[in-house]
């Protein structure tokens, strides 16, 4: 059963390798056998960056499996150990639990020390996974560009894939589009050439947000939706549609087209409140029904620091605005401060892409009534835009700059 397990995650069957795994677990948990329970555990290796759950799951009983099977294991098995501290990481990417950071850094450590660069990769897989809730976009960028040197170093064909995958994050998150492209052409090949199901999908959605930033709206809704196929193709279908719909609201921003997903983002509201509750307050707000988008946002749940956390946290400055709600305003402007050399939601590799958060930052500082604040955020936006080489970004901050000078410059008083 292992081997087979193994052999259905390399091949990108994950909802198959996950039942199987999960079955066999039930098997050989009650034998009291830590090692052979590790083995089973393992055995489900994701080399790429798909979440292994659809958004804003936990598996809470795989967890505890794994964090009862740690204690047990015996000490001298330490390649069993870091391989199964990588799985309880994974198993946590969607939830704030405070035994995945440490046990992310333990993992990368053993892998070190082994000398191992496929379990180096495994270990560096997750802590990159791990790094949104705690660390910063730096760190995700030393370790993507680690992940491609193992892959490329060692010939691990799915490691140099996946450090692709995440180098598209970073680059993405950065508004270096033209890295990210190159990095994405890459993918396509190894994909093709090595039969990587996965890797394709990743691809995929990068293509969509491409085409966004290019303003091919069309075409990007044409490649989100062969993104979804290559998706279920590779046999993540309820990964597909546990997603939340960030895309399709990404391309309704930049075409002035919010009022048109109020029925959309309802769905989404009843499935995932948290982000749920920014989309349809925004969308209300945009159709003209603020009192309804006022009683939507009287809810202000904690947004969770994980992949999407720029992307919702945007969205709620977006809701401030709109709304001049402002508890809203002050906490995204205090959260995103820190991000003002990134795009807001470029981090996805594919999702969404909404707008440089120094030129959100400048609006929550103009509404803040601070605007020789929001100069120096038009201006950092104005780098990032020009870095991105998006022209409607440039456009905005340059007019934005040019409203705020004027708003600040002082009155003569003779």
Known sequence: MIGTIRTLSTAGEHVSARTLRDDTL????????????????????????????????????????????????????????????????????????????????????????????????????????????????????????????????????AVEATGRQALIRCACGRGRFTAADEHATEIERLATTYDL????????????????????????????????ELTSQAGMADFEQGVFPIETLSIALWTDKLADLVPACQDAYNRWPTPGTEALA??????????????????????????????????????????????????????LRPLDDEIAGGDTGGYAVLLPIAQLLGDLAVRRGEPQTANTHYLKARVVAERANVPQWTAAARDALARTITRSKPHRAW
């Not at 290019?214 to 044409?222: I, K, L, N, S, V």
């Not at 009192?291 to 620091?305: F, G, L, M, W």
């Open 282 to 335: 925004l969308t209300l707000a945009a159709a003209g029904r603020f009192d309804e988008a006022q009683v939507v946002a009287s809810r202000r749940p904690p947004i969770p620091r994980d992949i999407r956390f720029t992307v919702v946290m945007a969205l709620r400055g977006l809701v401030g605005l709109a709304l001049n709600d402002h508890d809203r305003i002050t906490e995204a402007y205090q959260a």
């Open 26 to 157: 039930t098997e050989v948990i009650g034998l009291g056998d830590a090692e052979l329970t590790t083995r089973v555990i393992v055995a489900y290796d994701t080399h790429g960056l798909w979440p292994p759950h659809p958004y804003g799951d936990t598996p809470e009983k795989i967890v505890e499996q794994i964090d009862q099977t740690l204690h047990r294991l015996p000490p001298h098995h330490r390649e069993l150990r870091c391989r199964l501290l990588a799985s309880l990481v994974i198993e946590l990417e969607q939830s704030d639990d405070p035994r995945a950071d440490p046990a992310s850094l333990e993992a990368v450590t053993i892998a070190r020390r082994l000398d191992d660069p496929a379990l180096l990769a495994t270990a560096l897989n997750a802590r990159f996974r791990q790094s949104y809730w705690t660390s910063a976009l730096a760190e995700r960028e030393r370790i993507a560009t680690e992940l491609l040197s193992l892959g490329r170093n060692h010939r691990l064909i």
């Open 197 to 228: 199901p996965a890797a394709a999908a990743a691809a995929a959605w990068y293509r969509g947000l491409h085409h966004v930033v290019g303003g091919r709206f069309a075409d990007a809704e044409h490649a989100y939706q062969r993104a979804a």
